[in-house]
């Protein structure tokens, strides 16, 4: 199985930035493409970026030129540096991993983290 630690989020003024990190352990093999996600309250989760093992990233409309995700192969953990953070981005982030893992054979899987809450208020 594959455990993923979220740390980072809290409280912060709109304008202000945070960074979130997520550490991936377990019977890992390999991990494919790391991504952050979230989900405000009465609304359903959504992509906010990902990266693959190559370092290739994606993001959501809504956090591009803002939010920065970032990963250290060697450490299996995933970054979202976020600033220019705005009430609307207010929501529990959660990480999510593509993973290859050993457990008699090799299994491959999505994981998720536990979610971080992140308060964008004044």
């Known amino acids: 199985q594959v455990q993923l630690v979220e740390s980072g989020g809290g409280l912060v003024q709109p304008g202000g930035s945070l960074r979130l990190s997520c550490a991936a352990s377990g019977s890992i093999f390999s991990i494919y493409a790391m991504g952050w996600y979230r989900q405000a309250p009465g609304k359903q989760r959504e992509l906010v970026a990902v990266?693959?093992?190559?370092?290739?990233?994606n993001y959501a409309d809504s956090v591009k030129g803002r939010f920065n995700i970032s990963r250290d192969n060697t450490k299996n953990t995933v970054y979202l540096q976020m600033g220019s953070l705005k009430p609307d981005d207010t929501a529990v982030y959660y990480c999510?991993?593509?993973?290859?893992?050993?457990?008699?054979?090799?299994?491959?899987?999505?994981?998720w983290g536990q979610g971080t809450q992140v308060t964008v208020s004044s």
């Open positions: 990266i693959t093992s190559g370092g290739r990233s």
């Open positions: 999510n991993a593509d993973a290859l893992i050993l457990n008699g054979g090799f299994e491959r899987g999505a994981y």
